[in-house]
């Protein structure tokens, strides 16, 4: 079975709407986050700025339930589908992605 590679530290997490395909969130984990997300079927992450683990949902009630992982060919990224249970982003928004950029050339 693959594995990520914590060799190096904090992988990147990218979830995923399993209904929508629509990317919901980028989080960090470590091996003992991956560790609990495997065990629960949940998503766990580590904190950068708290240094601590979290379960997504502990106090919003936000959970997302894990479909399916895949791992990346460099084995340092995952790709987590999952079925949320209420919005993703810690604003209240569906999804941490609605900041749009124009930039030169845009249609």
Avoid at 15 to 42: C, F, H, P, Q, R
Wanted: net charge neutral; glycine share 6%; aromatic share 10%.
């Amino acid at each position: 079975m693959s594995r990520p590679n914590f060799a190096k530290g904090l992988i990147t997490s990218v979830i995923v709407d399993d209904k929508t395909s629509d990317v919901l969130m980028v989080a960090w984990m470590n091996e003992e986050s991956y560790e609990k997300m495997i065990a629960t079927g949940e998503t766990w992450f580590w904190s950068r700025s708290r240094q601590e683990l979290w379960h997504k949902g502990e106090t919003s009630g936000n959970t997302q339930v894990v479909k399916s992982i895949l791992l990346d060919c460099d084995q340092d990224t995952l790709l987590i589908r999952v079925q949320p249970a209420g919005p993703a982003c810690h604003t209240g928004k569906r999804t941490c992605f609605f900041e749009k950029i124009n930039f030169k050339g845009e249609k």
